[in-house]
């Protein structure tokens, strides 16, 4: 399984990005997609995962009610929604495939940096 992030860029305090993380290879064993981040000198931090199949999401408490996860399985692409974007959110942003059968988020992609300026 190959993943590739984008749509990182510098925004300004309360703004919106949106990350996309496209997906290939044994798409159709994938359980879970999550987004996580690791901010500089800061251990990386779960954000938002969803259950591919299912669309059930759930979020870290602190992005729930500014980001949203979502997925289409047609274009094998997750997606971050971040609205009222804050100087503590700026970190690489990685997206990560638990696939079934396996234990944890084992599938990684390169990450993508999302700056926000205060």
């Known amino acids: 399984v190959q993943l590739q992030a984008s749509g990182g860029g510098l925004v300004q305090d309360g703004g919106s990005l949106r990350l996309s993380c496209a997906v290939s290879?044994?798409?159709?064993?994938?359980?879970?997609m999550g987004w996580f981040r690791q901010a500089p000198g800061k251990e990386r931090e779960f954000v938002a995962r969803i259950v591919w199949s299912a669309g059930i999401t759930y979020y870290a408490d602190l992005v729930k009610g500014r980001f949203t996860i979502s997925g289409d399985s047609a274009k094998n692409t997750v997606y971050l929604e971040m609205n009222s974007l804050k100087p503590e959110d700026t970190a690489v942003y990685y997206c990560?495939?638990?696939?079934?059968?396996?234990?944890?988020?084992?599938?990684w992609g390169q990450g993508t940096l999302v700056t926000v300026s205060s």
């Open positions: 290879g044994r798409t159709f064993s994938i359980y879970r």
């Open positions: 990560a495939a638990h696939m079934s059968g396996g234990s944890r988020f084992d599938y």
